[in-house]
């Protein structure tokens, strides 16, 4: 097969023709056809997710058809349409016999514990726990792009941060997962805020549903800005991005018992930021992480998907080859454009 191939970290990858996978017992081997670009695949090739061992596949957010089932897959066959969520569960440990399989302590990742899905093959494990049949009206590319940004902050939005209709909502960063949590916010009746430093990312925010939207270099105090919007500060607030700046403000900008979700990745020199202790004592604020999403709740999503309500499909600004995925991941950090990439072309 075809993948994109790394030896080391923060080295340019390589396309390289590697052997194809075949699968476990539990596992099934997918024909990908889309597989989407996320700054966590640039985490983890400049060497800040410690369970990625080296040479190493990355890509994590997939959509294709299964090509091979192992003997003791039960609930899936050759010929099926499917994706994965990017945080896979054993199906054996508490955590998993509990429904979150999305802290399961033995969990499974493409792209991070296991080759990943920038490849024309992906073998996935524990296939009957995780896999989610795909509709013949969701294309792969839409449902590759649910795979780790729009499902992690669905999780966010709905469970998580449990938002309701008539709240408000901040969201810091409008990228994948920013743009997705404002639109399924919206979706749920809730008042979204869109905060970037991009006017034209924050043009798009309000396309996607966002009431009013804050840029965050063009404000003395991104949390003020907030309150006055809100009069008396956010119910929920999502930092989308991952930065000490975006958490920090993400929790400044909430009212009294207000919810602060963390979606954005803080790894590195960014793995312990700063927090307004005294506020989320004195205010009662509850902070939650939100680490990708069960593949039984996946229909959820999808049943809002197919009702209208929600329009992944819109958060999609490329479509790439293979190839043009090498430069694309390498510059993720960089953050500058509107929407996501997706590879949809492997050969």
Known sequence: MKAMFYEAFEQAPEIRTLPDPTPTEDGVVIAVGASGLCRSDWHGWMGHDPDIRLPHVPGHELAGRIVATGRGVMRFKVGDRVTVPFVSGCGHCAECHSGNQQVCSNQFQPGFTHWGSFAEYVAIDYADTNLVHLPDTIDDATAASLGCRFATSFRAVADQARTGPGEWIAVHGCGGVGLSAIMIATALGANAIGIDISEEKLAFARECGAV??????GVADVAEAVREITKGG??????????????????????????????GLMLGEHATPQIPMAQV???????YGSHGMQAWRYDAMLSMLSA????PQKLIGRRVSLEEAVPALMALDKAEATGISVITRFS
């Open 308 to 311: 209208g309500k929600i329009a």
């Open 212 to 217: 009013a939207t804050v840029n965050a270099s």
């Open 234 to 263: 956010a119910h929920v607030s999502i930092d989308g991005l991952g930065h000490p700046a975006t958490c920090f403000n993400s929790i400044k900008n909430l009212r009294r018992r207000g919810r602060h979700v963390q979606v």
């Open 281 to 287: 004592i004195g205010h009662e604020l509850e902070i």
